[in-house]
């Protein structure tokens, strides 16, 4: 049981450059999240997926785009990645039942 | 909108002093949960407390949560390197749907 699988684990990107952060969780979870996270500012939430089929926006959505492919699979998409956007990037899961989060290893990403 | 503090930001001990965290929520939460983060790591679930004035002990780590229902806090007795890492607190979005708001983590290191 894998639980929460995050690819790559490392990014380095150009100024302008794109890309995809993928997730999957084998959890059979219905809630999927994206959180990025920057030295003294805790976990913020980028997007979240209460759903297959369903998204919305978070606390800082700005420069970014979600894909809830199926029940396994959320997506996180720079579109032009920009430095602001160096991070580290987690992604969770979250059964419907409970109120427990469980995360992905994360993706850390430098945007030069 | 909702903010979610914890005190202090950094905390150095020496193997066997004890250390306490302390979760401050600008709004009055259903419930609040616990992550540990290791270094390099990703958060992982510790602990759920939901009812006012509620204590709950897991060996060396006791949680507390306010009567208010707006702050809590994680003591730990007689810290060991292994409690090394960053703690944060967690409450639900009060904006609905099923997101955390996290606090801003405080990060502990035990010297030896």
């Known amino acids: 049981n894998a639980g929460v699988t995050q690819t790559p684990k490392f990014q380095v990107l150009k100024t302008g450059q794109s890309m995809t952060l993928q997730c999957a969780q084998d959890m059979n979870h219905n809630s999927m999240y994206w959180y990025r996270q920057d030295p003294g500012m805790g976990l913020r939430l980028i997007y979240y997926s209460a759903s297959e089929g369903t998204t919305d926006k978070g606390e800082v959505p700005n420069g970014y785009n979600v894909s809830r492919l199926n029940k396994r699979e959320f997506s996180l998409r720079l579109e032009s990645a920009a430095p602001s956007q160096t991070s580290v990037y987690f992604c969770a899961s979250r059964k419907g039942t409970s109120a427990i989060q469980y995360f992905g290893a994360g993706t850390r990403l430098s945007v030069l | 909108g909702q903010q979610v503090m914890q005190i202090p930001q950094y905390q150095h001990v020496q193997e066997g002093e004890d250390f306490t965290t302390y979760c401050n929520s600008s709004?009055?939460?259903?419930?609040i949960q616990w992550y540990k983060q290791r270094p390099g790591g990703h958060p992982v679930f510790l602990i759920q407390?939901?009812?006012?004035?509620e204590v709950k002990k897991q060996k060396r780590l006791t949680f507390q949560f306010g009567e208010a229902k707006k702050n809590s806090s994680l003591h730990i007795t007689a810290t060991q390197t292994t409690d090394v890492g960053t703690y944060f607190c967690a409450g639900p979005f009060t904006g609905g749907g099923n997101k955390l708001t996290f606090g801003t983590g405080t990060q502990l290191k035990v010297e030896l």
């Open positions: 407390l939901v009812k006012s004035g």
């Open positions: 709004t009055t939460l259903s419930n």
